[in-house]
């Protein structure tokens, strides 16, 4: 396999630029070129590039794919690091699932709240005015 930047991005569908960017930062080693300086990727960048973008997709930030990317030059290893990395990853999802889900109450309240009169009895623009107003309305500490 012998693929162009163009070949690869359209192979894993990564675009071009952050293929660059993956390189910069070092989670993509930067491949070998051509005598016309054309960067050309092999299976193992195609490999490697999968991996990234798939962790990316999961919402895995730069670091921690960095670490389970470590982690796979050692294969004989525990995964228990990598436990870890997910077991971390899955408390912040939680974390945002819960602000996730008191921002949709939040909202509702307003939308509730709402008599579809004229802007300046408005309820929706009068808790976004005074946020903490609606916060006390609805039990929540400010």
Known sequence: MNLSIGE???RVAVKVPTIRY??????LPSPPRTEGRQRRYGAEEVSRLRFI????????EVEAIRELLGLTAQPDRSCEPADQIV???????????AQL???????????EDCRHGQVRECRIIQVLADHDQCRHEHGKAP
């Open 53 to 60: 973008r798939h962790a990316r997709d999961l919402g895995f």
């Open 8 to 10: 690869l991005s359209r």
């Open 87 to 97: 077991l971390r990853h899955l408390e912040a999802v939680e974390r945002r699932i």
């Open 101 to 111: 889900t008191l921002l949709r109450s939040e909202l509702r309240h307003m939308l």
């Open 22 to 27: 993956y390189e910069q930062i070092g989670l």
